[in-house]
């Protein structure tokens, strides 16, 4: 997509996606959350095994294939994925549109989404038909009366944990918690886990707690871009209760025959490999993790001295959530694009409220260290005036 095609939708109506598409075509892109660095470089001997696999790709069975790229997730994930069969597709919002399709099937009408959070989960939702009751991320993860009240208007919840674009990761007794009314009340849960890599959260299995859960169902997705740069290689993946097993089994069926093989090798390998050298402390950083820690205190010590302008939110994430004190989040990042930086403005996340996101802005930070040092220099250039940046 080119920048005219992208540009013949009036600015009001760009969803974060249009905005992605501009950043592919910019040389500093850290627009989209996907994972960006050269990976190769830091698995070298993984990647000539890779290499070597394209000339048998096809040879590869493909169920032996998929079972020990679910070993391997299991393993890192820190996940029991070997309960029900797990459905697997080439992206998460192809998982997210499978999940859409099964609410409607299941006649759910109403279903509480988190806000704020990537607005391609609303803009599939409401694709489907199904009517959005936002939940504010502060008061979903409260236990006052606020909360119950919002929760008895919906027949299903959709989470994000950790969120996207805030980073805000649940406890464990926050998110067993939900998980335990969620069965009590008959309401059906889907968390959507993404980020999950860059987190603790493999210090505790959801997958197995869900299952304990008495009359609990649920829908969890897992993904595998946002942490591994594989050139748009990637794996998403639907786990659920047995009884929602066989429509989405069905639903997926209908859509997709099977993940390559390939991406499922390759992934396996490098997932394995990242495990061996970075996952035997608890508290635990791969290396997309490493990656983001550094580009993160990069950002924040580069814009340390114009608090009075923009101020850097906390958080593990693989994203930045910037606040900006009394600039226009969507004229800023048009300003940005024009020298070359693509960035993404907050207000699509806020997709109840773009208002309450007019001043923010998300920076992904899972880039090559050395070519992120460029954007808290441009950022600063632009935030403090100076035009005439470049890249």
């Not at 969890?220 to 659920?240: H, N, Q, R, W």
């Not at 495990?275 to 580009?295: C, E, F, K, M, V």
Request: charged share 20%.
């Amino acid at each position: 997509m080119s920048d005219d095609k992208v540009r013949s939708i009036p600015q009001e109506n760009w969803t974060l996606t249009d905005w992605e598409w501009l950043g592919l075509r910019k040389p500093m892109n850290v627009a989209d959350g996907h994972a960006h660095f050269d990976l190769a470089a830091r698995f070298p001997a993984e990647f000539a095994r890779i290499a070597q696999m394209t000339h048998q790709w096809e040879l590869l069975d493909q169920s032996t294939s998929e079972h020990k790229f679910l070993e391997a997730f299991s393993s890192i994930s820190g996940q029991s994925l070997a309960a029900v069969p797990a459905q697997l597709h080439y992206s998460s919002s192809v998982s997210i549109e499978m999940v859409a399709k099964m609410l409607r099937e299941l006649n759910v009408e109403r279903v509480g989404l988190v806000t704020p959070t990537f607005d391609n989960i609303p803009l599939l939702f409401r694709r489907a038909g199904i009517t959005l009751v936002p939940l504010q991320e502060q008061i979903l993860w409260s236990h006052g009366p606020i909360r119950r009240d919002l929760l008895q208007q919906c027949e299903a919840l959709f989470v994000v944990t950790p969120n996207n674009p805030s980073g805000f990761c649940p406890t464990e007794e926050q998110l067993g918690q939900l998980m335990i009314e969620c069965g009590q009340d008959g309401r059906l849960l889907v968390c959507d886990f993404s980020f999950r890599l860059y987190t603790s959260l493999h210090l505790w299995d959801q997958h197995a707690e869900a299952h304990r859960v008495p009359g609990l169902r649920f829908v969890f997705l897992e993904d595998t871009g946002k942490v591994y740069p594989m050139s748009e290689l990637k794996v998403g993946l639907t786990c659920a209760s047995a009884d929602l097993v066989p429509l989405l089994t069905a639903l997926s069926n209908e859509l997709l025959l099977n993940v390559s093989p390939f991406t499922l090798a390759a992934l396996t390998e490098v997932m394995s490999a990242d495990l061996t050298r970075h996952g035997s402390a608890p508290q635990r950083r791969l290396t997309a993790a490493r990656i983001a820690d550094h580009n993160r205190a990069t950002l924040t010590q580069g814009l340390t001295d114009l608090a009075e302008v923009v101020s850097v939110g906390e958080g593990g994430l693989s994203v930045a959530w910037l606040t900006l004190r009394d600039q226009d989040a969507s004229t800023l990042c048009e300003l940005w694009a024009s020298h070359g930086l693509a960035a993404l403005p907050g207000a699509p996340f806020h997709w109840d409220d773009p208002a309450a996101g007019a001043r923010c802005v998300r920076i992904a930070l899972a880039r090559e260290p050395d070519d992120f040092q460029q954007v808290p220099e441009l950022l600063r250039m632009t935030l403090t005036g100076a035009t005439d940046a470049t890249t």
